[in-house]
Nanobody
Framework: QVQLVESGGGLVQPGGSLRLSCVGSGTIFSTFTMGWYRQAPGKQREAVASITNGGTTNYADSVKGRFTISRDNAKNTVYLQMNNLRPEDTAVYYC????????WGRGTQVTVSS
């Protein structure tokens, strides 16, 4: 059974940075295009960034230039470096496949507030 475990969230002031991690157990990430998603209170889950098994990345317009997705296939881990955070980035962040979806993890809460 595949389990996705996100971590690294927290409370940060506007302009601050966080690095999220997502570890997948029970599977080999290297063959999957992986993505980060987020869901703010009262809103639908939205895609934030994705990375192919070859390392090609794609970003939502709202995070371009501020967020960087990366992966370490040897560790079955996907990362999301978030810089210059804004209050509107506040959400629960999840990772999952893009084309093929695994069961969703519990996510990690990111709160941007002064």
């Amino acid at each position: 059974q595949v389990q996705l475990v996100e971590s690294g969230g927290g409370l940060v002031q506007p302009g601050g940075s966080l690095r999220l991690s997502c570890v997948g157990s029970g599977t080999i990430f290297s063959t999957f295009t992986m993505g980060w998603y987020r869901q703010a209170p009262g809103k639908q889950r939205e895609a934030v960034a994705s990375i192919t098994n070859g390392g090609t990345t794609n970003y939502a317009d709202s995070v371009k230039g501020r967020f960087t997705i990366s992966r370490d296939n040897a560790k079955n881990t996907v990362y999301l470096q978030m810089n210059n955070l804004r209050p509107e980035d506040t959400a629960v962040y999840y990772c999952n496949g893009v084309i093929y979806k695994f069961a969703w993890g519990r996510g990690t809460q990111v709160t941007v507030s002064s």
